[in-house]
């Protein structure tokens, strides 16, 4: 295992003592960070929905379902993966926890081996994920930080547009659309016009682009 694995943090949320006790004492021996809930609630009331990790989830906690668990960490964009390790083989439960994000179902009993090959898939997946969040974040920021006229030329310049025609459709000069374009690349942290895009396809600019307008009028 990684270094990088053995920072993760394990959310237990089991009704049952003895299976957080079993899962905590297997997990903690290679050095994730264990934490144990017996309820729903108490796992989403002190959670850092903010950070990578995995929960391993009972289906019937009592005061609410797994799946119900499941949902609020989606809604609220949080990067924990979720693996579902259940008394009951639902099967029906069981898709649909996969289709809602669920990295695994497993049913009780799971063994040692196969729970630590789990767990470890969907660390790196949060992980992954976690990594993915934080650059979108980063990237919307950047955007935040262009001008009206920046976000202008770069429209035109990501549609393919030469600074000829960026110039007559904006009634600029060439030196001065090159000299916007230079300042966006700078701002965006952008290595080329090709990394450029690829940033701007990771938050879906166009779409954002549309939506940021709509608010602004």
């Not at 002190?46 to 009972?58: A, F, H, M, N, Q």
């Not at 898709?95 to 081996?113: D, F, M, N």
Request: proline share 4%; hydrophobic share 40%; charged share 25%.
């Amino acid at each position: 295992m990684t270094h990088e694995l053995n920072r993760g943090h394990v959310y237990i949320v089991d009704p049952d003592p003895r299976t957080r006790t079993a899962c905590a004492v297997l997990l903690f021996s290679l050095g994730y960070k264990i934490s144990e809930y017996p309820t729903g609630r108490s796992f989403l009331d002190t959670i850092d929905l903010g950070e990578p990790g995995c929960v391993i989830l009972e289906g019937d906690l009592g005061d609410m379902t797994g799946s119900e668990v499941q949902t609020h960490l989606s809604a609220l964009g949080s990067p924990v993966a979720v693996v579902f390790v259940s008394r009951k083989g639902d099967v029906a439960a069981a898709v649909a926890s996969i289709r809602a994000g669920a990295t695994h179902y497993l049913l009780k009993p799971v063994r040692e081996q196969q729970l630590l090959d789990v767990v470890n898939h969907a660390m790196r997946r949060s992980l992954e994920d976690a990594s993915r969040a934080r650059s979108r974040r980063s990237i919307i920021a950047h955007l935040a930080s262009l001008t009206e006229r920046e976000r202008e030329v770069l429209a035109q310049l990501v549609e393919g547009a030469h600074y000829d025609r960026v110039s007559q459709e904006l009634g600029i000069t060439k030196r001065t659309v090159e000299a916007h374009r230079r300042r966006i690349m700078e701002k965006m942290g952008a290595r080329s016009l090709p990394h450029l895009i690829d940033q701007l396809a990771q938050v879906n600019w166009p779409k954002l682009r549309m939506t940021a307008q709509i608010h602004a009028h």
